[in-house]
Structures are given as structure tokens and as C-alpha cells.
Nanobody, 126 residues
Framework: HVQLVESGGGSVQAGGSLRLSCAVS????????MGWFRQAPGKEREGVAG???????TYADSVKGRFTISQGNVNNTVDLQMDNLEPEDTAMYYC?????????????????????WGQGTQVTVS
């Protein structure tokens, strides 16, 4: 049973930084791709950043150069360092474990990718 617990959200002024962390349990790491997704009020969920078991990463165009996903210093954690935050980054952020590495929601649906979601952590940029 896969469980994901996020932490590190909060409120920050534009230009500031936050670091999100996700503690993962109940899975075999090499079987999953880890990612961060977000959903703003009134908007669709979107993939933000992903990291494969081999360490390769992918980012949404809107966050490239500002966000960095990494395997955490503690075993079975995945972090998202967010720098130069913008008001448009305001959203609920979710840690996701999925069986195929893609950030595209349409592909996830079309391919029937299995996803496990955390409860989310709020990020507010003003």
C-alpha cells in the first residue's frame, strides 16, 4: 500500500523560495516515477516536475530554471526546491508516485497510468 505525505508548503512573497518534501512508503522505488503535480482553484491539475528511478528529471515549461526536483537526503523522500516563486505558482501541490514517467495529464489518462497521490500541501505566493 503506497503512502505519500507532503510537507513544507506555506505562504511566501513573490521572488521567495519554498522547499517541499514528500515521504514515501509502501512501494519499491524502482517500480515508480515520482512527481509533483499542482492544482490552482478553477484550473486543471498539471504536472510540475518528475524524477525517474535513474535520477533523470523533467519539468513543466512554466517552472524550468526555477524548480528543482531531487531525491531527498533521507531515504524514500522526494523534494521540490522552488525558487523565484511567482503568484501564478499558487496552488495545492501534490506528491505523486506513478507507473510511467510523464507530466502530461492527457497521456496519463490515455495510457491508464496508475497514480498514487498524497494529501497535498498549499503553496501561496503573494
Amino acid at each position: 500500500h503506497v503512502q505519500l505525505v507532503e510537507s513544507g508548503g506555506g505562504s511566501v512573497q513573490a521572488g521567495g523560495s519554498l522547499r517541499l518534501s514528500c515521504a514515501v512508503s509502501g512501494y519499491t522505488y524502482n517500480n515508480y516515477c515520482m512527481g509533483w503535480f499542482r492544482q490552482a482553484p478553477g484550473k486543471e491539475r498539471e504536472g510540475v516536475a518528475g524524477i525517474n528511478s535513474d535520477g533523470s528529471t523533467t519539468y513543466a515549461d512554466s517552472v524550468k530554471g526555477r524548480f528543482t526536483i531531487s531525491q531527498g537526503n533521507v531515504n524514500n523522500t522526494v523534494d521540490l526546491q522552488m525558487d523565484n516563486l511567482e503568484p501564478e505558482d499558487t496552488a495545492m501541490y501534490y506528491c505523486v508516485a506513478q507507473t510511467y514517467c510523464t507530466l502530461e495529464m492527457a497521456a496519463i489518462k490515455a495510457l491508464g497510468v496508475t497514480q498514487y497521490w498524497g494529501q497535498g500541501t498549499q503553496v501561496t505566493v503573494s
